[in-house]
């Protein structure tokens, strides 16, 4: 089973949003305290650097998606499985599916908070990298094969 990534439409923002903070707002929380205002206009300003998409299956809807082009491949700014759905392979698919856009030699990057480390696990058991570890974020990387 594969999945795809389909562009989010401004009308589906706000349902975004939500997904964004189930997903997000306790870590968030943990690092920087959770400002709802904040974080909605942090949201908006998304697009300004990466594209929105959600993440469907089969037609369903699984999860949210921020990703972009930079030199050398793609970076992943935010991928959010729905809680109900966790578990289920759903996002290491959701990972591959986002692997098959680069071309040969080029990187998938991306960061996730340290204060997680179930997170860490899953990115390294798909075979990402660890690149930079920072005081809240670790920097992990895996490369398109040649």
């Given amino acids: ?5 389909t562009p989010l439409l401004a009308s589906e923002r706000d349902a975004a949003f939500s997904r964004y903070r189930d997903g997000m707002a306790a870590a968030i929380d943990h690092v920087y305290g959770w ?4 974080q909605r206009w942090q949201f908006s300003q998304q697009a300004q ?11 369903r809807t699984c999860g949210l998606a921020a990703f ?10 935010l991928l959010v499985i729905d809680a109900a759905l966790r578990g289920q392979g759903i996002g290491a698919r959701a990972m591959r599916s986002l692997q098959q856009l680069l071309r040969p ?14 997170v860490l696990a ?20 895996w490369q398109m094969p040649c």
Avoid: I, K, T, V
């Avoid at 030699?105 to 179930?118: D, I, K, T, Y």
């Fill in 122 to 141: 899953f990115y390294q058991a798909l075979g990402y990298q660890r690149a930079a570890d920072e005081a809240h974020f670790h920097s992990l990387w």
């Fill in 68 to 77: 972009g082009r930079e030199a050398g491949g793609l970076r992943l700014y």
């Fill in 35 to 38: 400002q709802e205002a904040q």
């Fill in 49 to 59: 650097f990466a594209n929105l998409f959600w993440y469907q299956e089969n037609g």
């Fill in 105 to 118: 030699g080029e990187r998938l990057s991306l960061s996730c908070f340290a204060h997680q480390p179930r």
């Fill in 1 to 5: 089973m594969s999945g795809q990534f």
